[in-house]
């Protein structure tokens, strides 16, 4: 109890009047291993600690733990920012998925499988547009989610299906074509949802990973103008224990961005994947 009134009052401190409504609706607040990720919130605590260098992954679950509550659903939305594990088939997933706690539906981070891994960020005030949640099971339709203006479509689950993310053609990406967003997968099944704002360009991760972070364009800032989060369109590749991560850094200057990178697999090869920011 002492932590959360810590917190509460901490932030409040930091935010102001402008952030007052959130924090008492618990909505601002998270556990003390995560962050908050509007821009408000990044803007003057990006992270636990204040020390340069340091990352923030958002919300966490692994395989094994129960469901992870994140943000209420009805103010906000919630994307995957990292994917890793062991994807054997269907019953091998990592999602974000809506739960009602107390007669209060949130979102949750969950899953299940062996050895599955995900964490996700949130955007609060920022609910999902109607109609634009897709999801494929066959691991070849594409699903057409709506117009790229003013929209960002980024994934909300992952799972293996034909495939078990072993070889390189395997994905599952949300994915703009000719004005149009489309969720499209190749022998692995996953969703997505939009949200009404603009989506900053794509950055594909080289199909042989990047084990060094790579800078998303239009990051970086040290005010609340910046991008309100960052997180996956895509995960493909030779998966198997390895993961593809969207995370925030905290720098010297110009206070934060956001990075993508990858980490390799125990049994050899290296996923890949891009990732975008929300304006």
């Known amino acids: 109890m002492k932590r959360i009134l810590y917190l509460l009052t901490t932030r409040l401190t930091l935010l102001g009047a402008a952030a007052i409504s959130l924090s008492c609706s618990g909505e601002g607040l998270v556990h003390e291993e ?24 958002g919300y966490k679950w692994s395989s094994g733990n129960a469901p992870v509550r994140m943000t209420v659903k009805a103010s906000s939305t919630c994307f995957l920012s990292t994917v890793g594990g062991h994807f054997t088939g269907s019953s091998s997933r990592v999602e974000i998925v809506p739960m009602v706690d ?24 920022t609910p ?11 691991g070849a339709t594409v699903e057409l989610m709506g117009s790229t203006t003013g929209h960002t479509c ?20 949300a994915q703009t074509i000719g004005g149009k967003w489309l969720l499209s997968g190749f022998s692995a099944g996953g969703a997505a949802k939009c949200i009404a704002k603009s989506a900053t360009s794509a950055t594909n991760l080289p199909n042989g990973g990047a084990t060094t972070a790579v800078t998303l364009p239009e990051s970086a800032n040290n005010s609340s ?3 309100t989060l960052c997180a996956l369109f ?14 925030n850094r905290k720098l010297t200057v ?17 996923p890949s994947g891009s990732a975008g920011c929300t304006k």
């Open 225 to 227: 103008t910046g991008p």
């Open 102 to 125: 107390a007669g209060v539906e949130y979102w949750y981070l969950t899953g299940s499988g062996i050895s599955t891994t995900a964490s996700a960020f949130c955007a609060l005030s």
């Open 154 to 173: 980024m994934l909300t689950g992952v799972w293996g299906n034909i495939g078990e993310f072993s070889e390189t053609a395997e994905s599952i990406a």
């Open 234 to 247: 895509r995960v493909s590749g030779k998966l198997r224990g390895g993961f593809v991560q969207a995370f």
């Open 34 to 57: 995560f962050v908050d990720t509007t821009s408000e919130a990044l803007a003057y605590t990006p992270l636990s600690s204040s020390t340069p260098g340091i990352n923030t992954y």
């Open 128 to 138: 999902v547009v109607p109609g634009t949640e897709k999801f494929t099971d066959t």
């Open 254 to 270: 110009p206070g934060w961005d956001w990075a993508a990178r990858t980490g390799a697999n125990p049994s050899g090869g290296t």
